[in-house]
């Protein structure tokens, strides 16, 4: 079974800053996907970015980029002059690239994100 | 707005009833999932609907069910509730099950059993 690691229960980055949110994952397989998602005071689940493992290129969402190492099964994400807005729960999630029953997420624990003005 | 509708968006209950959890997924998407979101477990998939059937089960309990009905939408019974049931939950849907999809997220319905 596959699982995914967030060692950072909570990070705090002050505005405008740059902060680094890390997440390992354990899987045997080649083929998924790996996605980050935000979860603001309002509980909403957010998709923020995400990764195919068969990308090499680490993808950009404006503000927030990913630094992905498939051979370390490392997936982190660096998010860039943060703002006010970006305070929240931020979760790490993985998702079998097979069809059919796999297509469930599996998430991390979690790390909340505080951002300090 | 991520086009899921999730109802209701609260609900308080006693221990030892039975409530009903109801989610509209996105137009067109095909695949339902439901999640539940507590502070001891995180986030865990419960199960997944297909246009209308079963087609994975994760963590979910023998007194919660679940089905898809032929408009779509999903309902996520929850039965014999204990305080340990309290928590959020989350339905996603997404698109057909061989594309590229992300899984699209409803508000949730916060559920606190007294």
């Known amino acids: 079974a596959q699982t995914v690691t967030q060692s950072q229960p909570e990070m705090s980055v002050q505005e405008a800053e740059t902060v680094t949110l890390s997440c390992t994952y354990d899987?045997?397989?080649?083929?998924?996907?790996l996605f980050w998602y935000k979860q603001p005071p309002s509980r909403q689940m957010i998709l923020v970015i995400r990764q195919e493992a068969y990308k090499q290129q680490n993808a950009t969402e404006n503000r927030f980029s990913v630094n992905f190492q498939k051979a370390a099964k490392s997936f982190s994400l660096k998010i860039s002059d943060s703002q006010l807005g970006d305070a929240a729960m931020y979760f790490c999630?993985?998702?079998?690239?097979?069809?059919?029953?796999?297509?469930?997420?599996?998430f991390g624990k979690g790390t909340l994100l505080t951002v300090n003005p | 707005d991520s086009g899921v509708t999730q109802t209701p968006k609260h609900l308080i209950t006693a221990t030892g009833q039975r409530v009903t959890l109801r989610c509209s997924p996105r137009?067109?998407?095909?695949?339902v999932y439901w999640y539940q979101q507590s502070l001891d477990q995180g986030l865990q998939f419960l199960i997944q609907y297909y246009n209308g059937e079963e087609r994975a089960k994760g963590n979910i309990l023998e007194r919660f069910s679940a089905q898809q009905f032929p408009d779509l939408h999903s309902e996520l019974n929850l039965s014999s509730l204990e305080l340990g049931d309290s928590a959020l939950y989350f339905c996603?849907?997404?698109?057909?099950?061989?594309?590229?999809?992300?899984?699209?997220f409803g508000q949730g319905t916060r559920l606190t059993v007294v």
């Open positions: 999630a993985y998702r079998s690239g097979r069809g059919g029953s796999n297509y469930k997420l599996t």
């Open positions: 899987t045997s397989e080649s083929d998924y996907y």
């Open positions: 137009s067109g998407d095909l695949s």
């Open positions: 996603a849907s997404s698109g057909h099950e061989n594309m590229n999809t992300e899984a699209f």
